[in-house]
């Protein structure tokens, strides 16, 4: 059965380089990616005037520590089922051969294969010291082990454990976090001052990561030569270890998945009541703010985007911190940005609602109730935090003198930002996410322009309260008595603008109200 | 064929009482008539337990009632239709006259008549037909008897057996006029009823009318100058070919779609000048379009009501008595996308119905709804339109227009072709033949020989 696997593995790794394939400009270019970074490794060994082992001999763990990581975390996103172990259920064979026919076909893919020339490579840089090749060698094997097996680990959990639509959203959201915060670790990189404290800033990294699982394998014979042998047996040890407890996890993980079935996603759930209709007037405009009060906490296509909401002011922190101004003034900047966010969010309401819409055009609603409804859920975020920011913000900057400025452009920036909103989603609305899609999928449908609206609702916004932020800036620098005047021009500009908008927005839902409909027929 | 002063025998037997049953009716009418087939005639006790099944079906029915009229009346009274200048007197003149198996048949006055299900003998007859109307002036009418037989084992066995088909009554040989009151006594089936009805309403006011109603997309035409009248009380069937345009004019005429040119008015209210007060007396069920389906089935009733202007204990209580008639009672806590296709049918009907509208604008409503479900609504809509309302569907099921519309009109590339009471349209042959007459679908199966040649 082993062989069997393996024979249609390999078949499978035939089939990937036909061109007639779907995917396979995408497939081309990464395995050429691929080959060019083996081959250049391969390349840096042969040439004996690289002294990358004497000068560098950090890049390599780190190098190493990278290609482990991302083995045992980008499987997790591919999602392909191709030779799942749960297609073997039904053939007589044991799980254990299951676990080594796909553990093995591992071996023939394509990263895997780049794997074993980018080694070569590395093993060529040991070709003068016999013993230090001896231990690269081994760490080299098994590290390839590891890496193939903790790929098929994953891969197999991702199909196993975050199977269901929700789950894979969740691990999109985690995914999206986790890049956002590394966004601090890039700015920390591009700032080191790498011709003076270069050396030893790497020293530190790879000295840390020798010791983990992922960087030991290519560090050990570093340490060997640097006549710490113990210390070289033992990461090929731990290397060792390391592809031992995969081994283990995936002979688990195979059983797991032969034996259970994923249960079915659960429909049905009964709510009792009428949640948020039973908390607003019955008018038309506050069931529909309830209505979307409702979506905003049901429909992951609003859910997810708030969730991510938050991290996205903090990341724009870091450059101006490490542009070396001054931390108060930067614990100003998320919350107008908070702000912004959420009031920009509602731009294409009405594009997200597709076709339902036509429920408001066959029962007359007006426009201004459209409108209204749908921004009750960013007032009713927006309000609290507006005040409890505030109140953050000022701890953190320190000097409550800011105070009408801080409240002022985050309630203008709030307004203005609504009213254009529900100006902009009736007049440029564009394809969006379908209901019931993830929101991670791209709508089908891409003829409309989408930059033109989410451009230019936030740069009509940012316009508007320009003259506000203005006199805040006068008075963080020279007077705090435009403070005041901040406060003042922020918040009448925004009730005018929400005012304005919501007033235009109704009148234009009105008579837009059939194109809005054919629209989202069109892009449904 | 004037049916005036004819009295059927009714004779156990199962001879065939009349000759002028139409074949393909005769069969609808057993299949209309679901209990029929299950029905053992017997002499003395037969009918008292037809009435008694009959009995069983009567709870379903009346949670439909209270929506359709102001006040809910048990469906089997008599009780007044929405007709314009009623005459109270007109009852008294009503008189049965069935001869049951030599016997001769008790004479019942229509107006002492007490609940159907609790007189036997008041289900073997139906009198239709009272005296005096403004149009005929006041000359007494004799009275139209409408006797359903009795149907005999063997007229069901015998796929050839003419069973009495009052649906062959056409609006041309006789010109009934409107009628006061009427009974509806449950064993007549839809096809009587719609017959019936179109006699009945032949002279009600117009609730909706299209004049020139055309829609183009650049060079293409959707509809071409469309003329409908819907009367009040009317079962208004649309049919065509697949895109023929039947979406595109009901879209027009719910006021979803903009018309290139023509107009819309329910009542005098035009579609597009007056669009709030017209919209209200629409009830739209598009075909295809979603709904708000992560909201609950109940939170989406409430929300259309409201949106339609209801206040929310109006809306509240429909929405109740709406789900329990629909079957949805289960399912209002659920999320409607969680729903089947057929449940979601059902929600967006109920949604449709809530503001109590006096036209309903249905878009394919039976697609993926099940036998049982189709069967409640069709019910539904038939109580309705007999409380005074009116409905406009389209289907692909050219039987079921047959059977429950009075008025049809048949739409081929975007022109309608046909239009008008179902017996005119059809015009001596079954609706389906001429459908496909007029859409000329005949001629596509030309030049497919090669696929009925595979003898040798």
């Not at chain 1, 992922?214 to 047996?233: K, M, R, T, V, W």
């Not at chain 2, 009346?62 to 009229?69: D, I, K, L, P």
């Not at chain 2, 002492?112 to 007189?119: F, H, K, L, R, T």
């Not at chain 2, 829609?215 to 409908?228: I, Q």
Request: one cysteine or more; aromatic letters at 8%.
């Amino acid at each position: 059965m082993v062989a069997r696997i393996l024979r249609l593995k390999l078949r499978a790794l035939g089939n990937s380089f036909r061109v007639s394939r779907k995917g396979f400009g995408a497939f081309l270019i990464w395995t050429l990616l691929g080959v060019i970074l083996a081959g250049a490794t391969v390349w840096a060994g042969l040439n004996t005037d690289l002294r990358i082992v004497s000068d560098f001999p950090e890049l390599i763990t780190i190098a190493g520590s990278a290609i482990l990581a991302l083995a045992l975390v980008i499987p997790l996103f591919m999602r392909s089922s191709n030779l799942d172990p749960r297609q073997f259920t039904l053939f007589p064979v044991s799980k254990t051969a299951v676990a080594w026919g796909l553990g093995l076909s591992g071996f023939l893919s394509i990263p895997a294969l780049l794997l074993v020339i980018g080694l070569a490579g590395y093993l060529v840089f040991w070709r003068e010291n016999s013993e230090a090749l001896l231990i690269a060698g081994a760490g080299a094997v098994l590290m390839l082990v590891a890496a193939v097996i903790s790929a098929s680990f994953s891969r197999g959990l991702a199909l196993y454990a975050f199977n269901s639509s929700r789950a894979r959203d969740f691990l999109n959201v985690v995914a999206a976090v986790f890049l956002i915060s590394l966004l601090p670790v890039v700015f920390v990189l591009f700032t080191v001052d790498w011709s003076s404290d270069g050396g030893e800033v790497l020293n530190n990294v790879s000295d840390s990561l020798g010791w983990t699982p992922f960087g030991a394998a290519l560090s050990a014979p570093l340490e060997f030569i640097a006549g710490n042998q113990q210390d070289a047996y033992l990461k090929v040890g731990i290397v060792g270890g390391y592809a031992i407890v995969l081994a283990l996890l995936w002979r688990i993980l195979v059983q797991a998945m032969m034996t259970h079935i994923s249960r079915p996603p659960r429909t049905g759930i009964a709510r009792s009541g009428m949640g948020w209709f039973d908390r607003v007037a019955a008018t038309p405009a506050g069931v529909i703010g309830a209505r979307s009060l409702t979506y905003w906490m049901r429909d992951p296509r609003y859910r997810v985007p708030m969730a991510i909401l938050p991290f996205v002011p903090f990341a724009m922190m870091i450059p101006l911190a490490v542009a070396t101004m001054p931390w108060n003034y930067v614990s100003l900047v998320p919350l107008p940005v908070l702000c912004l966010l959420l009031s920009w969010s509602v731009h294409n309401d009405v594009a997200l609602d597709s076709t339902a819409i036509w429920l408001h055009v066959s029962s007359a609603t007006r426009g201004i109730d459209d409108r209204r409804g749908r921004l009750l859920p960013v007032l009713l975020l927006g309000a609290p935090l507006a005040v409890v920011g505030t109140i953050v913000t000022l701890l953190f900057f320190g000097d409550w003198s800011a105070l009408p400025s801080v409240i002022g452009i985050s309630c203008g920036v709030l307004l203005v930002g609504s009213g254009v909103s529900s100006v902009i989603s009736v007049l440029f609305p564009y394809a969006a996410t379908r209901p019931g899609d993830s929101p991670f999928v791209q709508p089908q449908f891409s003829g409309s322009p989408a930059v033109l609206a989410q451009l230019s609702s936030l740069v009509i916004t940012l316009a508007l309260i320009f003259p506000a932020g203005y006199f805040a800036v006068l008075g963080l620098l020279q007077d705090p008595v435009y403070h005041l005047w901040a406060l003042g021009i922020a918040v009448g500009t925004g009730l005018i603008v929400f005012a304005l908008g919501l007033w235009g927005g109704g009148r234009l839902f009105d008579r837009r109200a059939t194109e809005l409909l054919a629209f989202t027929e069109m892009v449904d | 064929m004037p049916f005036d002063d004819v009295v059927f025998p009714l004779n156990a037997s199962g001879a065939s009482p009349n000759a002028q049953g139409n074949n393909s009716d005769s069969h609808e009418q057993v299949m209309g008539d679901g209990t029929i087939e299950s029905e053992v005639p017997d002499e003395t006790d037969g009918v008292s337990r037809r009435a008694a099944r009959y009995r069983g079906r009567r709870p379903q029915r009346r949670a439909t009632e209270a929506f359709t009229t102001a006040d809910p009346v048990d469906p089997v009274e008599p009780r007044p239709v929405a007709a314009p200048e009623s005459d109270s007197d007109s009852l008294s003149d009503t008189v049965i006259a069935v001869e049951t198996a030599g016997e001769a048949a008790p004479v019942l006055d229509n107006a002492d008549a007490p609940d159907s299900a609790e007189q036997p003998d008041a289900l073997l007859g139906l009198v239709l037909s009272p005296s005096g109307t403004e149009e005929l002036g006041s000359t007494p009418q004799p009275a139209v008897v409408y006797a359903t037989p009795v149907v005999s084992p063997d007229a069901l066995v015998s796929p050839t057996a003419d069973v009495f088909a009052p649906a062959d009554i056409s609006a041309k040989e006789d010109p009934a006029p409107p009628t006061r009151s009427i009974q509806r006594p449950e064993h007549i089936t839809n096809v009587d009823r719609s017959r019936e009805r179109a006699l009945r309403i032949a002279h009600n006011p117009i609730l909706l009318e299209t004049r020139g109603l055309s829609k183009r997309y650049g060079g293409v035409v959707a509809a071409n100058d469309v003329n409908l009248d819907i009367r009040e009380g009317s079962f208004y069937g649309f049919v065509g070919p697949n895109g023929a345009g039947k979406t595109t004019t009901l879209s027009m005429i719910t006021g979803l779609l903009k018309p290139s040119s023509g107009t819309v008015s329910i009542l005098e209210r035009n579609m597009w000048d007056d669009s709030l007060s017209a919209k209200r007396l629409v009830g739209a069920l598009p075909d295809r379009l979603r709904l708000f389906d992560r909201l609950t089935g109940a939170q989406l009733l409430f929300y259309a009501g409201i949106l339609h202007g209801l206040d929310s204990a109006v809306v509240n209580q429909r929405a109740a008595e709406l789900s329990v008639a629909l079957g949805l009672e289960n399912a209002l806590n659920r999320l409607v996308s969680d729903y089947s296709a057929g449940m979601q049918k059902k929600i967006a009907l109920a949604a449709a119905m809530i503001h109590t509208p006096r036209i309903l604008v249905l878009d394919e409503p039976f697609e993926s709804i099940d036998p049982v479900s189709a069967a409640t609504v069709t019910d539904m809509l038939e109580t309705f339109v007999e409380g005074g309302g009116s409905v406009l569907i389209s289907s692909h099921s050219i039987d079921l227009i047959q059977r429950v519309c009075d008025h049809v009109a048949i739409i081929v590339d975007g022109n309608v072709v046909s239009s008008g009471t179902v017996e005119e349209v059809r015009d001596g042959i079954s609706l389906e033949e001429r459908f496909t007459m007029l859409t000329g679908t005949e001629v596509a199966t030309e030049g497919l020989e090669w696929l009925h040649g595979f003898s040798g």
